[in-house]
């Protein structure tokens, strides 16, 4: 058996993946980097179509799994799912809501099967109402959930976020509902359907923002590189490139007295917090004025000296070499598909008994095919029968 947990954590646990695009991957990608046995399904056909598999995004989101091929159009096939499902924990899928229940591995007929079993649903908006078969991205789902409304500077026009966050975030949420779900398996001994998507992962996300409307009433606009709410808070200008700056409230006469004007910290036009919002630009042009003149590392050193929150700008690879992000060591390597070591993000978060670790790499197309289903109980005879109904690959 190849199975090889990448921590003890969730070893225990059977995850079937029927995921496509991110959201569905990263999900599964937490349980698999967390120790779980995860069976990433293909479909069969033309491997080319997955052609994209050795580039970095595929070989990062499907790290630590090992790779299946079924045929799920058609009945032999679709039988194979049911087989192993019945021994599976979790099985995590993002189609529209329909096709789940026109292939036969809706929740009802899963359940049937095996009690235990609990499926997590990732759609882009939801599994019933008047959008449910709508197509939904995360680029659409960003501009639709009010997120780019308030991301970019004013009068510049709505500006998506620089990464997939409705992704990402849909997948998270995704996982930590299916780990929720399993917690509550332990009392009840029973599985559940966990649903989310695009839209309800990234309406929960606007977080301050959704409370300052449906509390205040405040319909929050964009103000770029400022913070909705405080200020001073900004990117700013150096020498030499630029830094973030980000006092609260409280701290300002710590960041005046770092900046040489501590005439500022009883000022009548900036003494208080309100004042200070309601001169918004006029703070910021200060601001700006005296960091101007100044190089990010004198800055910096200057403000964390005050005990004022600041750090510079980095591009990505900056980030990657800053000292702190090599202490905490947030790259492990794998073998890839050459042989050569295949460096990737680690989990953002530690365990102190359980580690987890980069164990695998991505698999080929259908690579454990025979392997998975030989360990599900299928004999060699039912498995030569499946590939030459075109079932498996």
Request: with cysteine; glycine share 8%.
């Amino acid at each position: 058996m190849s199975y090889k947990p990448a921590s003890t954590a969730l070893e225990d646990l059977v995850v079937l993946d029927l995921t496509h695009a991110r959201a569905g991957p990263v999900c599964v990608r937490q349980l698999a980097d967390w120790g779980a046995n995860v069976i990433r399904v293909d479909r069969t056909g033309n491997p080319e179509d997955f052609s994209g598999r050795h580039e970095a995004d595929f070989q990062n989101k499907h790290r630590n799994k090992r790779g299946i091929a079924l045929d799920l159009k058609s009945e032999e096939g679709r039988a194979v799912l049911h087989r192993l499902a019945e021994k599976a924990d979790v099985l995590v899928e993002n189609f529209r809501p329909g096709v789940k229940r026109r292939l036969g591995f809706d929740y009802e007929t899963l359940k049937a099967k095996n009690p235990r079993i609990i499926l997590a649903s990732i759609s882009a908006f939801g599994q019933d109402g008047p959008y449910k078969d709508i197509p939904g991205v995360d680029q659409i789902v960003q501009g639709m959930s009010g997120l780019m409304s308030v991301t970019g500077e004013p009068g510049r026009g709505p500006m998506r976020v620089g990464i997939p966050i409705a992704d990402i975030l849909t997948g998270l949420y995704a996982a930590l509902g299916i780990l929720t779900a399993l917690m509550e398996r332990q009392k009840s001994n029973q599985g559940q359907w966990v649903q989310t998507s695009l839209i309800e992962s990234q309406m929960f996300t606007l977080d301050l923002q959704a409370a300052r409307y449906l509390v205040e009433g405040v319909v929050p606009k964009q103000v770029g590189n400022e913070h909705p709410s405080g200020v001073p808070t900004n990117a700013y200008k150096t020498k030499d490139g630029y830094v973030n700056i980000a006092p609260i409230p409280y701290m300002w006469p710590r960041l005046c007295k770092a900046l040489g004007r501590e005439d500022l910290i009883d000022h009548p036009d900036y003494a208080t917090r309100e004042i200070r919002r309601s001169r918004r630009k006029e703070v910021n042009s200060l601001i700006q004025a005296i960091v101007g003149e100044m190089d990010t590392a004198t800055l910096t050193r200057k403000m964390l000296e005050a005990e004022v929150p600041c750090g510079p700008i980095n591009s990505i690879d900056q980030a990657f070499n800053d000292p702190q992000v090599q202490h905490l060591g947030l790259v492990q390597k794998v073998a890839g598909t050459d042989g050569n070591d295949l460096p990737l993000p680690r989990q953002p978060f530690r365990l102190s008994r359980t580690p987890s670790k980069l164990t695998v790499r991505t698999p080929e197309f259908a690579e454990h095919t025979e392997e998975v289903l030989a360990e599900f109980g299928f004999d060699h005879a039912e498995i030569k029968a499946l590939r030459e109904a075109g079932a498996v690959e």
